[in-house]
């Protein structure tokens, strides 16, 4: 066969990966797409009319065709979504150029007419079509299935062929490759329906006959019609679509008058050079490095993309948007001469060529980490400049992995849920990065074997899971990508609307390829990640200000400052920027840093792999153990992190060192071996011992050195990457160091949704001495706030947007009506603040955990919640109405609330309000007295177990919450018990 056509229903998902794969294979990629054409406008939306789109198949005979298709694709979603991605007969006709259309299944309109024994019906689409698209590129379709209305639509085709004339074709509405796949197709539509396999009232397929039919079965099946055959052939022949990148895509920057972005580029990077680095900026080693770097992007023909990154992180500074890129990015100066990264690449020792090669030409990418809570305005001014139909955001394709995979079969075949967990279990996590698939996991898995070879059922079930594993189970959009283009975007790919979790982005439409294929057609791709801890840190920096008058930022926060070093070296590391959790901290703590390069260090062995070298890491660090090295040319290159390769730049280092490899092919070799291209191993393997061997090393020694490398490519990390976050991990401990209230109170309220790790840096505020406050209307605001008090202390007083089921509209409305006049009592309250919009269950919520505290009893408050309620209302009505005085309600308006004299309300019900709603206990903890008893007897707290080792024996102590007992298979009685102690 020597053509094939992918026509997908409404979109063009598989567009490129069918491309690049019929390519690959010597067979014509026929690009098309199956479309939903609206029986009226595609914008009309009436349930009754509208829900039954007709199907139409469009291929793309030329370029032409091809950006049609990616017209109509973007259309039909963006536009005319009801149900179904819709377009209709005016915009299918305003697009129709370089298109072939054929009459598609029984849902197009031509097969839906004859089915309705409408001829006259069937005959004026027939005559539109052939007016929009013209004799030579409409056919009429012909499929063989078992489907017994198909006979009276093949003959009523055939019929009007002869009658107008028209061509036919034969087509097989394929939905699975192989015959023997039916069965995948038909569990699937189960998954996706909810329904049972045994359900015989579900949807699914007539018959095992929508596959990839050979071209031998399709003559014979339509051997009275032999001219549908052929006329496919002379389809394909005709179409020609060629995707293969040309170019980059680059946006347009604008530049200043009679400047060139080569020229324009240098400027900028002297100017930032000067400012960074003063004198030094001009010596031979810097400007040797800048001439090199800014050689390399001209020649890749970049100039313009660190333009526009420059750009946006200008514009992020000029509005005070805490930003810093992460990566390979930091190896650049010139990226640091910009202000993109915060990182002095030749201090640290920093590769360009790990992040740009200059004989690997792609894409440079430098992923950018914005505050969480003002990366949409950074999306946004992409929006501004470059323009809406430009920028857009990246889909993703999430697939069926094993564990899924076992679970959603299982289902479908109403095997006991308790059985199919059971087996999804034995599917192991994540491992090195990567999940094992079940084929993997049977071959090493004796007990996943036990149970396949147990029983039939079960045999059927791992093996139909196995078979599902990698099928895209849904769309999403990914968490940072952003494309920005030189022409609107649907000039290169079809958009998609935004997925459930991107309508909240002021980018309104998603990319129908993914991150593949967005760098496969050679568009610009920008990562917009959200970080917390720039968020952290910015408000904790604004609260420093305000405070003290100490203006800092990432470029001031010292890094190089001893008390710090000291301070998480006594393990004052939670909250602080990848180095909290019991294990890096107990790791710390028998480091005892001293200096930046070894928080670094630390960072990157800090993963499963590398972490087991640590302990020998820190006694050579402090001289228990010898340091060794493989060879003596590796001494300076391995000298600083004590004979341990712990970076994939040093073996770039030492390939250039030790067997001549240009920096360049450095980075080739790295690229080979941390991504196990064994073709690429084993040719680097020849030229690595080669060359070492003219550099008069011993082949043996050159062999080993290049054989523990290959083990090595597990371990390595980006030193670029380590030296950025390590930066900020000290940083951030600089803040908690030296203003702990203020770094405090910026780390709760960025996690105040995150009960588990909000209590924990409440006690963690109370063990530095802060005391953190309940909410209390009159104080809080929606955030965590720090409260100077008369006595001349500070504490952190709780927010109110840490309250479940408040919300954020109730908080501001408080908020806004005690401005700065504290509420006197609770009549003052219910008149200021107009509960309707507040609405009962925040209100309850509110007295609940003692916000009203300060207003009247919890207890008697929720007995007059209704007539608080009514209070309030009647007051805003009548003032709404014109019926109070001037200046608000007057002595005379009405008495004001009297609660009834109740008792307090218990106190353990009250704790438990306050775990229910605040996540932790505030006012108290039921569990103070007690635990005081046991504390010495006790390993850890509940907070540091999932930082440790699987089957360590530790030691916790807390309430029991919970209990339940069971009987093994055995007959043994066990039982699984939940305990809460004070950290959780």
Partial sequence: MPAVALTDHGTMFGTLDFYQAATAAGIKPIIGLETYLAPR???????????????LVLLAENMQGYHNLLQIATASQLEGFYYHPRIDKSYLSSHSEGLIASSACLSGEIPRALLARDAERAEQALSWYLDVFGREHFYLEVQQHNIPELDLVNRGMVELAQKFPVGLIATNDVHYIRQEDAELQDILLAVQTGKLLSDKNRLTMADDSYYLRSPEEMQELFSEVPEAITNTLAIAERCEVDLRRKEYHLPKFDLPNDVQPKGYLRELCQRGLEVRMGEQAQTPEVQQRLDYELGVIHKMGFDEYFLIVWDLCRYAREKNIWYNARGSAAGSLVAYALNITSVDPLRFNLLFERFLNPGRVTMPDIDLDFQDDRRAEMMEYCNQKYGADKVAQIITYSTIAARGAIRDVGRVMNIPLAEVDRVAKMIPGLQQGKSPTIAETLEKSPELRSVYDSSPLMKKLIDTASRMEGAIRNVGTHAAG?????????????????TSQSEDLPIKSVSQYDMDGVNYLGLLKVDFLGLATLTIMARACELIEQRHGVHLTLENIPIDDPDVFRYISEGHTMGTFQLEGSGMTRY????????????????????????????????????KKEVRYPHEKLIPILKDTYGHAVYQEQIMQAAVELAGYTPSESDDLRSAISKKKEKEIAKHHKKFVEGAVKQGIPREEAEAIFNDWESFAHYGFNKSHAADYGVIAVQTAYLKCHFPIEYMTALLSAWKNNAEKCSSYVAEAR???????????NFSGYDFVIEDRPDGTA????????????????VEMIITARDDKPFKDITDFVRRVDLRQVGRRPLECLIKVGALDSLGQRRALLSAIEQLIAVSTSHFRAKELGQLALFGISEESGAGIQLTPTSKVDLNV????????????????????AMRLIADKLSHTSYELEELADKEPVTVGGMVKRLRPLTTRSQNEMAFVTIEDSAG
Avoid: C
């Fill in 41 to 55: 406008s595609m914008t009309d939306r009436d349930a009754s009319r509208d829900v039954r789109p007709f199907h």
């Fill in 482 to 498: 952003v494309i920005i283009s030189d022409q609107p975007i649907t000039e290169y790919l079809p958009l998609h609307r935004p």
């Fill in 588 to 623: 710390i703590m028998q480091m005892q840093p001293t200096d930046i390069s070894h928080v670094i260090a630390m960072i990157a062995l800090f993963r499963p792999g590398p972490m087991e070298s640590i302990p020998e890491y820190i006694d050579r660090m402090h001289g």
């Fill in 767 to 777: 063990n530095l001495g802060i005391e953190v406050l309940p909410p209390d209307v």
């Fill in 795 to 810: 504490a952190i007083r709780f927010g109110l947007g840490a309250i479940k089921n408040v919300g954020q509209g109730p």
């Fill in 910 to 929: 009250q704790l438990e309000w306050e775990k229910e709603l605040l996540g932790m206990y505030v006012t108290d903890h039921p569990l103070r007295s």
